[in-house]
Structure formats: structure tokens, C-alpha cells
């Protein structure tokens, strides 16, 4: 790839293995990320748009125009049942791309739920439809159609790389995009770190200290850590 | 007018016809920011102050000095049964200008909210008393009572001009202001409207693309957008 | 003191009077704030995680370095029954200094909660074990644990200074720092602040306008407000 | 006026008075924010795009759609010897609306510079050829031309009113309104204040303090301020 | 690729051809984002540090970890003359980076220069040298060397995707990558646009209107556009 | 101390050592804050308003409430040659405190130069005065003189704890408060990091890496950084 191509609509994409989306929906979006080495999350300024929302599945990525939602449409011919619409744009842009209509039509489709680095309007109706979004904003503000972007392209929204297929994770935490060649394995380390965790949490809840549980008053000391009364 | 006058009370504005009121109070923001041409939007920093607050109601416009709620007093004198105070502020302000006792006193004139373009407190009371604040913050700073505003003068709120009678729809889209003379045309269209989109969302629902509903395909290949496998 | 020293952790200090402690939950951060003659109130873009967090308690104080969460274990040991554990950071930085394990750690030691110039984690856990935090964001990317800070020494925690053993108050309006020694006097003068709100309440719920009863309209007709129809 | 309308473009306007015009442009914007009672100043996030850029002048103004600078084509039309091109935005936008042609053209008419509630670019040549604009941002993201605003409608920039043919001045500290009316009476202030603050500055100079020059003793002292060795 | 790796130092990379490099250098950076289809703009909020700073180059990529520059010194070694260096950073962190020393250090490499998505600091002597900077940040702050990134891996920096060896061209407009295999077309391109430019630009200044020498009226008035006295 | 104390003067406090102050002008910020041990540091939101300003001086410290600048001319009779003026402020409040007059007047005296967590105006003529001042905002909003604050207390500005009589320093790169009683100490501790920072210099320039310089290889490939082709 020679940089980032506009007018197209990739219509194969090779989406992450279904049993490792439906492992990596166990777990939430800080183990996942830990999982990974710290890699793949998205700025936290994407917020979900109502209490509760989350969403796990492969992503179908848009590249959006500011201001402009004809994309979204193309992109939802594209959807298929489990996956995660992302969307990013050319530009910083708060406008309204998408609101109830859309998320009928890709709720139609199977659609798992939307991340957008820009906003949405018909919120409440989102909610009752617990159709998920991810957003940087909410705003009445409707979009036009005028100009192409692209879909199935590798797009970068919110500052984190997206390549179509790749499993999308969000929730009250944020939102992490696992590779797709990388699902199962990030799958099987959340695991592995939540049975570790579960073991610290019963020392934890008994009354013992980080301090011991991770021996780390003797480094403290080393680097001159001292106590006084 | 020859520019925003200071110091000044106008008791006798023209409210928006009670009916109008009524019958936009049956619509979303969003649906009556494009049934007015998409104009008339105060911008997305204003937000509910709790979750579910929504209000409708004409108009009683006040311009406050930063960090000084007086002309809040003076403005509760001239809200009638159904007004929406609006707030606008000479400077960014993010103090507490309003909470639970200024609520109070304009509930008991009928006050149907609050829109400001600053800060509020008492927050946890307005939800209790479910009286709809729509604000730029939350702050417990509260503020003083040393310099004199005006109160249904022509104010800007959060880049939204509002004529006092002006009616003020607001919900967790945002808040749109609809001119006293337009009220009843942008009510009867955003009746279409909601009417053209019952329609469109049964076909939504039912698998139909907006690529085809909109008719889409066409301008879209016109401009060269292709497909790949 | 001659300014902020890093490395040492005091394992005694001085709490605010239990008394004034359990007089003071019983005010909102609003009230408390206007007891202390508006002084004390840390900046509003710390907000609370979750909805209905509230906290009051001493502080056991904590200076955080950017992305590195060492020292809220080391703090972890000197919080005693009822402390607010309040944690200041050398420079912005949100990333998540906090999650459900340490929270876990901080309730076995009866921690009534965080205050933290910085971002958390694991919200929804948060949520459930309705541990209440007030943090400047909330973010997914985990820290290090690589550089000294203090413990329980003066930390400034947006913008307001803290002392351990002060009192923090925190809910829905903000967060607010009462210094130890004034607790009691604190706790008093909010009581009698609000007994005397509620005797304001009854007039404006009866349809007493705030003009009349702060006898405003002398003062303001002295500054030059003019009435017109 | 009964709200924004989108699609017309107004070619009378009545400009301010040039010998007000003429007298404003010796002023600072403080001092004519000053003069004007303190109101008319817009949103300080406008900010001059290269060091020591000032403008006065009457105002054309336009209506942008976010992303489409369609609109200041049409407006160079109107644009006359030594006004100002002053453009709003119905949503928030930081593309580049506006760069060396434009203002190349603008040039051409004699247009005194521009204030623009958006970004612009070519940020160097404008320098160079000292054509003065006050933005929100410099953005090297170009705009579309697809949708259609306004011309000389009353616009809100920066949450300022703006009238057509209303004196726009603007320097370091800001960009401030004054209504066509008001402009004589604006300059003469502005004279006025400038004098009598040329006396104060000599008494500063030579030492005399502003609790003396001002009086302020007695009132400090009346609201209680102790001194302390 | 299967997602950001961390850890690992690529010596190899693709340089852009030297010759398109130099064409490039010849453009400011609107023009080759016009160039280019108008993809590959690093987000507006990454600024020169000083007045004048510009920079045009084959890119060496850095992944940082917040508040730590040690993986500025592990690609320092990789650079060679001409390069610029682009350093991304796993979560938003404004501390400063890179000083002075560093500076110097890559200027005796032949380094054209730096983008990063972070702070910087010791801007005077920055100036001074004329080593081009642009940052989201200037802060005293400095850093740790504690946790491992990578160099020349693909890198996102201010929600761009950046390969090693893609030319970097930064000005007063922005920064904005061109792929490497792209760069001698687009090189062809900006050229292209710069000559059509100029005679457009005659027109302008010669009082020829863009809705003239566009062709703007006509689709003006099909949409609807009238003209008011 | 028990909290902050409103409606008080401290006519006596003790500055540092004027030969401390003395050494400390002849470092940078970035110098003064490592040499501190990297704490001492005001957020970096404040900047100097005009190129080049920079200040070294002892703080005659002021708490302001928002938008009244009333104290301002109280501190100014406390000024004494050398000193500088530092304002924080009980809320966030962007309005212009300080201008010309005030710059004169405390120019009058000796002033140093003025920090503010707040807005400024007369820019331009502070520039031509070459009175430094570094400010959050430029704003031409005017304040009014309503309320009180006090003089010589600690204060909070920028996040940053200052006691009256500490140390001041401030240039391109930010605002550092060096308590009064480290000041010499902080001043031998610059001056060393700067001879050894000239011989780190020295090799740099000559081309030695950080790599070898610091002795970075063997720990970084301890942690697993690996190279590839």
C-alpha cells in the first residue's frame, strides 16, 4: 500500500476468526489492551453515547469526508452479521453522521454497533435500540453527500490503526482494535491474565498489600524510598 | 436594534404561538434542526445536566456577566407558565451561576428550564426535582451579585442568536432554537418529515439499502467510486 | 516546607476530627464550598465515573509521576478506615493510574474512595463494587511502575491544595478540600447555611421572587436597570 | 428577521459611517470593548495568523456550511474597498476555508482582511503579502464547494452578532463589533477614554498607585481587608 | 503486519527517492496535500515551536512511550542525512521529550528535523540552532528511559500513519506524509497545481471573481441562490 | 496554615536571596526544573504573550476571583524592585485582568514582570514596554473590582504551589517556582548540570550517540530490544 486511497470499496476482507471475536467478547477492553502489550487503543476522547454500551466483533472500516456521511451507506452494503462499523475521517469533524435511520439499516444487516471519530444525533432512540456508538461527540448537526472516501481501507481513527477485519472491542473503558492475525492469541492471554488476576484479587480483598503481593518494598528502598514519622 | 444594550428589562415580549410549542414538543432536536434548514443549532458543548432531561417552551432571554447570576433574579420575574430561561454570558464563564433555590422559584412560576452558556450546581436536587438544565459545566463555584445584564434582549447562547418568544427545544441531541414566526411551519414540516421517515425505516428494517433507497449507485459510480474484490 | 520533596512517605498524620468527618457528609459539595467562603474547590473537569458517586473522609495524599502508578500502592498501606485517598501527578496525564484490583486492595482497608488528577480504569467493575472515584479521565492504557513520588506530604490535585488528613467532599457539583483544622466550624456553618435555605425554599416554592426576597430591586434601580414594555 | 435563511445573498448593505470607520482604526480593541460598555467582543479562541495582523473596517458577512467555502466566492462579490469579510459557521469546522488565491482576490477589491470562525491556510503568504486574518485555526485541509449559506444576513461569528456594514476591529488582544449606528459615538468614547487614561499613565509612571488613583481604600477596608505584617 | 509490534529496531528501510524528496521541498505543505488527493494531514494541533520552522524529509519513525525518550536515542542511531524524524506515542502525552541535547545530537546526523506528537522543550535553543520542530506541546517537563518502544516500525502520529521512509513535509500550515512511492507523482502534481495556480493568480489579482473564473454561477443559481437588494 | 484566607495583606515576607535570584536568572526553565528534581513546574497551559519575554524574580503572590482584578492594585503597593507578581485564581476565569495601565503602574516599582492563571490584554503595548507576562488567554474582557482575595498567601496558580518570596522563573519553555529556601541550593545544582551538560554537548556534536554516551545498549537489550534488517 502507497498511502491512502480514496473512491474505493474493497468488497472481500479477510474478518478475524469467529471463535476468537466470540473469546475476546468475555473480556473487557483494559484486559484486552494489557493482553496485547499495551498497543491498539483508541484516543479516550471516543466515549460511548449511552450507559452500558458495548460491542465486540470484526470491523468494516470507513474512511469519511468532514461533514459528509455518503460512505456509511456504501459501507453498510458491506456489513455482515457480527461486525463493527469504524469510522474515521480526513478531517476533525463533530457533525451528526449518523443517527437512527442508519443504525436501523445496519441493525438489518446484523451490524454489532458503530465507532465513529466524529459525532451522532438520535441518541435516546440509539439507546433503545441498544444499538451501540462510539463517538468523539453528539450533535443534532446532519451531514451531506457529496464527496468519496473509501471502505475496507486500513484507516486510522482516533489515532489507532484499523485494517478491515481486525476485532474492534469497546466498552465504559474505551476501545481497543485487536489484529485479526492476533485475535486468538490476545484471546487466550486475557484469559490467562484473568485467571492471574482472580488469584490476586482474593489477596487482595483478605487485606494483603500491593507492596507485598508484587515485593516491591525492596526495590522502593533501592531507588532511596524512605519513611518517616 | 444597533447593538446589545446593558441594564435593560423588557417586560412585554411576543411568545411563540402555544400551539406551535405544543406540537414541537412532539419532536427531537435533531429532526427540527433539519426541518429548519438545518439552521438555528447552539453548539454541542451545551449538555443535559442529568440523564433523560428534554425541554420546549418559548423563550425569556438573559445576558449575565461572568461569575454574577443578578440578572437570573431579575429575568425569574418575567418567566410565565411554559418559558425556557435562556442564558448567554458578555464572556466564557463556567461558575455555578444557577442551582436547587433559583430552581425552585421558577418552578413555582411554571419555568419549564434552563438553558446557559455556563456552569450550574446543585445538580443531584435538579434530577430530583427533574427540573431540565442544559449547561456548558457543572461547578459548585457559586457566583456574586454586582453588575447589571439585560433580560429579554436579542442574547447569543453558545453561537445561537435567540429573540426573546423565540421557542427552545432541547433533548440529549443538543438544543435548537426556532424563530416565534417560523414555529408553526417548522413544526408542520418536521411532522412530514417524521411521517417521510416511518416509511423509510419500515424499509431499513427490512433489509433495503440506502444505496438503493436513496438511489444512490449511480451518482456514486459517476464520480468513480469502484469496487474491488 | 521549602517546596515538594519526592521519595519519602509520612506514616503519620493528622486526621480531621471523626465528628466533623460524619457532620460534613451530610452536606453537598455546593453547600460545603459556600461554608468556607468559596475557597478550596478543586477545578470541575474532575467528575465522577459513575453516576451517584459521592465521598467524604480524610485525605491520605499521594504524588504521582506521569504513567507510573507505583506510589498508590505504597499509599495504599497508610490508608486507615473511612481515608479518601487523594492523588496528585508532577504533570497532566491521563492515562489509567487506577483500577478494580487496587480498588479491591483500597476496600479491604475500608478506603472510602479516590480523588486523581489523572485518568482510571475497569469502570463498570468500579460501578459494581460502588467504590466512588472522581478522576480527570477514564482510559484503558495501563501505567509503570518506574519513579519515586510521596506519600502523605502537601499535593496540589487540580489546582486546590491538599494537607493529609483534610477533609475531601465529593458528588455530582465537584470536589472540595476542607482543611483539617476547619472541619468543625466548616460542619457547622454548612448546617446553619442550610437551615436557613430552607426557610428561602418555602418562600420561593410559595412564589417569592429572589428580588424581593434579597431586596434586590433598590440596588439594581441605584445601578441604572430600567424597565420597558 | 425570523431566523437564519440559507440561499440569498443581500447586495445593499449600509455601511458604517467612514469617518467613524476612519476614527476606530486608531484604537485598540480593548479600548473600543471598553468604549462600547464592554459587550460585542467575540470568543477570544480568534486569533490573528501571523504576528501583528490588524484590521478595521464595515463588515460583509457570510454564512458557511462546515468544510465549503463556497460561500466566500460569492461574497468576494460584494466585497468593497475596505471592508471586512467577516464568516460564521453553522457548525464547528477548522478546515482551511481560505488561502492565498482568495485572498489574492480579496486584495483586488481592496478588502481589508478577514475573521473567519473556521481555519485557513497558506498562513506564510498571507504574511507576506500582510493580508490580516483572525481564525480559529490553521488548517492545510482544503474545502469543498457543494452547499449554499448566506450573504449579508446577520451572522453569529465567534458568538458575536454581526450586522452587515457593522465596524469590525481587530488586533493581539481580540476582535470586537461595533454596531454601524453606534460607531461615531463608539469612536468618541473611544477619544475620550484614551485621554483620560493618558493622564492616569503619567500618574502611574511617577509611581502613584491605583488604590490611590482610584480611591479604593476606603471600599477595601468597608468590605473588611485586614493588613498583616 | 499483524499490529504494532514493540521492541524491535528495523536498520533497513525504504528511503523515498532523494530526487523527489528535493522536489517536495520546493512545496509548502497545503499544496502537496492538494497534491495528493487531500489524505496524509497530520491532525492541526501539531504546530512549529518557533516562527519560520520548516522541514522536508524521508521519515524515521519512533513509538514512544508516554513520558519516556528512550527510544529517541535508539533512533537516533538510525538516522541518516536528510531524515526527519516522526515519533508517535502509544497515549496522549504533552511532557517534554526532546531538548537541546538531543538536538544537537541528530543535527551531527545530518537530521532535518523533528515531528512528534508530544512536548518539547529548550525552544530557544531550538531556534537558535534553526532545528525544526513541530509538537502538540512545549514543556519543561522532562522525561524517564524506562520502558521499551520500537523504531521504524509504521507509526501513527497525530491520527496519521506514517511508514519509514515516507517524506515528511512540515510548515506554518501543518505536516502532512507522503508515501514514498508516491512522492516523485506528487512532487509531479504540486507542480502541476503550482503553475495552474499562478494564472489563476493573475486573474485574481487583476479583479477577475472565482464564481467567474470557476464558473460559479450558473450551479449557484440551479440550487437556488438569490440576490436581494 | 489551615486553608486559604480571603480579605488579607501580608505587608512582610520573606524573599529569597537576592544573589540566589540572581543565579537563577542566568538558567533556563527546562534547567532550573531538573535541577529542582523535576518538580516545581506550572502546567504548561501558560505562555509568554509576546516572543522573547522572559522573568527571574521573588513572588508577590495574589488570589483573584474570576473576572475582578481588584487585588491586582492591592499587590501592586507590596511590589518592590525585582519582584514578581503571581496570580492565581478561585475559579477558572479567562477574562483580561491586567493591561497597560497596570504594567505601568507596576513597572513604576520595579516589577518584574506578572504570571497569571488568567487573561491579559494591551498586548501589543506590553510587548513595546518589554514588561513580561505570562498568561493562560489573551482576551480584551475587561474586570470589575467587586470582591475580595488576598495578598501573600500561598497560592495555586497553574496547578503549582508558590509561597510569597519563592523564586519565579520563566521563559519560552514554562514557569517554575523555586521555594525561597532552596533557591541557592537550586541555583549550584543548574550550574552544575550545565557545565556537564557542555561536555555532553561536546560529544554530540562530534557525533557520539546517547546510546554510548549514557551506557544505553546493555540495559535495552536486557529488556529485549531487538534489531532487524
Redesign the interface.
Known amino acids: ?4 486511497e ?7 476482507i479477510e474478518r478475524a476468526d469467529p471463535n476468537a471475536v466470540r473469546d475476546l467478547s468475555a473480556f ?3 484486559t484486552i ?2 493482553a ?6 483508541m ?2 476522547y471516543l ?1 460511548p453515547v449511552y ?1 452500558g454500551a458495548k460491542l465486540c466483533g470484526p470491523a468494516v472500516t470507513v474512511l469519511l ?4 456521511n ?1 460512505m456509511l ?2 459501507a ?2 458491506q456489513v455482515q452479521e457480527g461486525d463493527v462499523l469504524v469510522a474515521g475521517c ?7 453522521f449518523f ?4 443504525a ?2 445496519l ?3 446484523g451490524c454489532a454497533g458503530l465507532v465513529i471519530d466524529g ?1 451522532v ?5 440509539l439507546e433503545k435500540m441498544d444499538f451501540p456508538v462510539f463517538s468523539r ?6 451531514t ?5 472516501g473509501s471502505v475496507n481501507i ?1 484507516v ?1 481513527c ?4 484499523v485494517h478491515p477485519g481486525d476485532v474492534i472491542v469497546a ?4 476501545v ?7 485475535a486468538p492469541a490476545v484471546a487466550a492471554e486475557a484469559a490467562k491474565r484473568e485467571a492471574n ?1 482472580e488469584g ?2 482474593a489477596k ?8 507485598d503481593l ?1 515485593d ?1 518494598r525492596e526495590p ?1 528502598a533501592r ?7
Open positions: 500500500m502507497s498511502g491512502t480514496l473512491g474505493v470499496v474493497h468488497t472481500r473487557g477492553v483494559a489492551h494489557e496485547m502489550g499495551r498497543v491498539g487503543l484516543r479516550p466515549r450507559q469526508q468532514p461533514g459528509d455518503w451507506h456504501v453498510a452494503e480526513t478531517t476533525e469533524s463533530e457533525d451528526g443517527g437512527e435511520l442508519l436501523t439499516s441493525r438489518s444487516r459525532g444525533r438520535d441518541v435516546a432512540d461527540a453528539i450533535n443534532a448537526k446532519g451531506i453527500k457529496a464527496t468519496l486500513p486510522v482516533a489515532n489507532a490503526l466498552d465504559v473503558d474505551g481497543v482494535v485487536v489484529p485479526a492475525a492476533s488476576e490476586k484479587r487482595f480483598r483478605s487485606g494483603t498489600l500491593g507492596l508484587y516491591m522502593l531507588l532511596g524510598l524512605r519513611y518517616e514519622d
